[in-house]
Structures are given as structure tokens and as C-alpha cells.
């Protein structure tokens, strides 16, 4: 009798489905570590852009720049951005500028920057 039919899968088969599989997981967990990345790219970018213009919400309002204000901010820019992150605020007339440098190397950047100018009084 030559009509034998081979029934189910060879072990051959199994291997290369497996190794498929894997490779699959292994890109599906490389994309989602960087989405990852992404997102904590953008949470500093938020708060770095909250923190500036608060602080200068905070010398508007007053129209003026007061030193428990800048000492805040820097507290803020160190607790929200990291031991490495640096804001400066410079008051000049009734011109303010803020800017806030931090390192975004966990997103696989090197440094990142905000800056932020305008008139305090029109």
C-alpha cells in the first residue's frame, strides 16, 4: 500500500514555527521598550514646559520676580527632571526668560532644553 499520508507536523516544522514566534515577541518587546522610552521623553518635556510657565505665571501675577520664586523653581526643576537638570531665570526690565536644560538620555537623547520668554507688563 504506497498511499501512506504523513500525519501532523514534522519536528522540523515546530522548530521553525517556534524560532518565528520568538523573533516576533522579541521585536514586539523592543518596539514597546521603546514606546516606553518615548513617553518618559514626553512626561519631561510637560513638565519642564509646566514648571516654566508657572514660574513665570508666578512673576507676572506680581510683576515682579521674588527669591523664594526662583528658589522654588529650582527645587521643582531638581525633583521633577533629575540631579542633572539646570533652570534659570533671568529678569531684565519687564523682560522674563526661563530656561530649563535636562538630560533625556533614558529616551535615547542626550540633553534637552525649554526656553521661554515674554513681558511680564504690557
Known amino acids: 500500500m504506497d498511499d501512506w499520508r ?16 520568538g523573533v516576533g ?10 514606546a ?6 514626553a ?16 512673576a507676572r501675577a506680581v510683576e ?4 523664594d520664586d526662583t528658589a522654588w523653581f529650582q527645587a521643582q526643576v ?3 527632571l ?4 539646570q533652570g534659570q531665570v533671568a529678569l531684565t526690565s519687564a523682560d522674563l526668560r526661563v530656561l530649563i536644560d535636562w538630560d533625556d538620555s ?9 526656553s521661554l520668554a515674554g513681558r511680564l507688563a504690557p
Do not use: N
Request: glycine share 14%.
Open 36 to 41: 516606553l522610552q518615548a513617553t518618559d521623553s
Open 64 to 67: 515682579a520676580l521674588r527669591d
Open 106 to 114: 533614558r529616551a535615547g537623547l542626550q540633553r534637552r532644553s525649554l
Open 6 to 21: 504523513q500525519q501532523g507536523m514534522t519536528l522540523i516544522e515546530v522548530l521553525l514555527a517556534m524560532a518565528l514566534l
Open 43 to 58: 512626561l519631561r518635556g510637560t513638565q519642564a514646559a509646566y514648571l516654566a510657565h508657572g514660574v513665570f505665571e508666578q
Open 78 to 80: 531638581g525633583g521633577l
Open 82 to 85: 533629575g540631579s542633572g537638570a
Open 25 to 34: 515577541l522579541f521585536a514586539a518587546a523592543g518596539l514597546q521598550l521603546r
